[in-house]
């Protein structure tokens, strides 16, 4: 060989004067945080400019459109202004026309809780070795979270199918429901937001799921056991905690403010 | 709070350390807490710029408790949380100026044939 166009091996190089040891392979650990843990950190972020983006486009389309100053008794759905959230999202499953102003979305929010507190559960009991506790605590991860996209999936139909009374648009017919043109809630963006950003949130917990779902095969097969530790858990408990973390504010600007 | 790491001195091979888990249920208790607060404010007072701020405070405080104990934030290396922290600000800033320019256009719209 005269002449070589690949590099020498950098780990057998660095064996010469000084050895290389630890994780990251440079003798040290930046941020003393394992190498997958610091890039789902890295990912979150870059996931957080994303929803960012969807939450300041919903702030700066909801100022530019007029605010309803009458009573709240007196509220219409009308496309001039921006709807009231708890005249919209007022409906309860099994409880027809019942006026439960964001009833279900408090379940909602208190399911999405539960399950980040069962993921931590987890994520303590890998820390620990114990396999039996993982599996049941991420069972209960999974559990809820799957509660949680049934229960988005029917505030959506809800949604798309509209109130009994309806609005009259324009043109003198009565429409109900949402839909990407046109809806009886108010200006055409409100549902466009709507769609696009609780969609986007429960794509993510859904991703969320399907990675729990692996999780918990792994570990029952004792995948994380025979690695000697359950980092693995940690690191898509961090995105959990993240989409958790999502809806929380999803909550407070589509539902609250 | 720090003290929840796992105290292997004690455990024999192949033994099960005890859970520790009052902390996790201690932060379960104080996001619950909050969440009915913010209900509170939704029916016993008219929308205001200072009922949307009282939510935006709670709101970050939620996020502190998630990020900061649940993803455990709070206890690692303090360039890892300003690495953190410093996008996370200039995303607010971002959305601070957005929120105004939408409702510099929204007057622009509503008044252009008075």
Same mark, same amino acid.
């Given at each position: ?257 | ?35 009915? %607060? ?5 029916? *016993?007072?008219?929308?205001? =710029?200072?009922?949307?701020? $009282?939510?935006? &405070? #709670? ?28 996008? %996370? ?5 971002? *959305?601070?100026?957005?929120? =105004?320019?939408?409702?510099? $256009?929204?007057? &622009? #719209? ?5």
């Amino acid at each position: 060989m005269a002449q070589s166009t690949t590099l020498p091996h950098p780990a057998a190089s660095a064996t010469h004067d000084a050895p290389r040891t630890g994780n990251w392979d440079g003798g040290n650990e930046p941020f003393k945080a394992s190498y997958g843990k610091l890039m789902m950190w890295f990912f979150l972020l870059s996931d957080a400019f994303t929803f960012a983006a969807f939450l300041t486009t919903y702030g700066m389309i909801r100022h530019k459109h007029e605010v309803f100053t009458g009573e709240a008794k007196d509220f219409v759905f009308s496309t001039r202004w921006w709807p009231i959230p708890d005249h919209v999202f007022n409906a309860f499953p099994g409880m027809g026309e019942a006026n439960v102003p964001l009833g279900f979305v408090a379940l909602m929010t208190m399911i999405l809780i539960l399950s980040s507190v069962t993921m931590v559960l987890a994520v303590e009991a890998g820390h620990r070795m114990d396999k039996a506790d993982v599996q049941k605590w991420l069972l209960w991860t999974i559990l809820f979270g799957t509660t949680f996209l049934g229960s988005q999936a029917w505030e959506w139909t809800h949604f798309i199918n509209g109130h009994h009374e309806g609005t009259v648009m324009a043109d003198g017919t009565v429409f109900h429901g949402a839909n990407l043109a046109m809806n009886q809630y108010g200006p055409v963006l409100f549902a466009d937001l709507f769609f696009f950003i609780t969609g986007f949130h429960g794509t993510h917990v859904f991703s969320g799921v399907c990675l729990l779902v692996w999780c918990f095969i792994a570990t029952t097969n004792g995948t994380f056991e025979k690695r000697g530790h359950y980092e693995m858990i940690e690191k898509i408990g961090l995105y959990w905690h993240f989409v958790d973390l999502v809806w929380v504010f999803v909550f407070t600007f589509f539902y609250l403010v | 709070m720090a003290s929840h790491a796992t105290t292997e001195h004690t455990l024999a091979q192949g033994e099960i350390a005890k859970p520790n888990t009052a902390w996790i249920w201690r932060v379960f208790g104080v996001l619950v807490g909050i969440t009915a %607060v913010e209900f509170v404010f939704v029916f *016993l007072m008219h929308p205001s =710029t200072l009922r949307n701020s $009282i939510f935006i &405070v #709670l709101t970050i405080m939620k996020a502190f408790f998630i990020v900061g104990e649940f993803m455990h934030l709070k206890h690692e290396t303090k360039g890892l949380i300003w690495t953190i922290l410093v996008p %996370v600000a200039l995303l607010v800033w971002l *959305l601070v100026a957005l929120i =105004t320019e939408g409702s510099f $256009i929204g007057e &622009v #719209l509503q008044n252009m044939f008075k």
